[in-house]
């Protein structure tokens, strides 16, 4: 069965810094999707970046872009010039090829001005 | 264009109760998932469906049920509520063949 692991429950950064989250997964499919998404205290789950795992070019968002090295099952979120309105808890989630996905328990990102 | 609204946002129900959970999915998704997420962790899924079927299901017991309409809105229903069943519900939308899903703000269920 797959499995997402976030190892940092909890991370904080100065304002216009730049903050990795980490995430690694476990899965035995070769094609899949991995997704980083946001959710901020009024709970709304938005997504801020996805990765095709057959694309090995990382994707890149804005101020937001991913470390994808496939062969160690490992997907990082990089925030560049980090900004108060990134504060939240940020989910890596993995997509099954049956199309459920599976979310790590979140590492929850504090921004001090 | 409306994302994916769900309705209510609060509930309050005691143990042994049924409850009732609405979603709407963003215009033109097809296919409709649901997801429990307990404090502090992350969601797990409950079940998928499209064209009024379910089509996937996670590891939820048959307590745990749904419908989809055929505007592809969907219900989640709840029955005999454990105190366990406390958690915020997240409904998301896509493309059958999408590999991306949009949730919606979720509705928090308090069970006492």
């Known amino acids: 069965a797959q499995t997402v692991t976030q190892s940092q429950p909890e991370m904080s950064v100065q304002e216009a810094e730049t903050v990795t989250l980490s995430c690694t997964y476990d899965t035995s499919e070769s094609d899949y999707y991995l997704f980083w998404y946001k959710q901020p205290p009024s709970r709304q789950m938005i997504l801020v970046i996805r990765?095709?795992?057959?694309?090995?070019q990382n994707a890149t968002e804005n101020r937001f872009s991913v470390n994808f090295q496939k062969a160690a099952k490992s997907f990082s979120l990089k925030i560049s010039d980090s900004q108060l309105g990134d504060a939240a808890m940020y989910f890596c989630?993995?997509?099954?090829?049956?199309?459920?996905?599976?979310f790590g328990k979140g590492t929850r990102l504090h921004i001090l001005p | 264009d409306a994302g994916v609204t769900q309705s209510p946002t609060h509930l309050i129900k005691t143990r042994g109760q049924q409850v009732t959970l609405r979603c709407s999915p963003k215009?033109?998704?097809?296919?409709v998932s649901w997801y429990q997420q307990a404090l502090g962790q992350g969601p797990q899924f409950i079940f998928q469906?499209?064209?009024?079927?379910?089509?996937q299901r996670g590891n939820f017991p048959d307590r745990f049920s749904g419908h989809q309409f055929p505007n592809y809105s969907s219900e989640l229903n709840v029955n005999a509520l454990l105190l366990g069943d406390s958690a915020l519900y997240l409904c998301a939308s896509s493309f059958l063949s999408g590999e991306t899903q949009y949730f919606g703000p979720g509705t928090r269920l308090l069970v006492l």
């Open positions: 989630a993995y997509r099954t090829r049956d199309d459920k996905i599976i």
């Open positions: 215009s033109g998704h097809d296919t």
């Open positions: 990765q095709e795992a057959y694309k090995q």
């Open positions: 469906y499209y064209e009024e079927e379910e089509r």
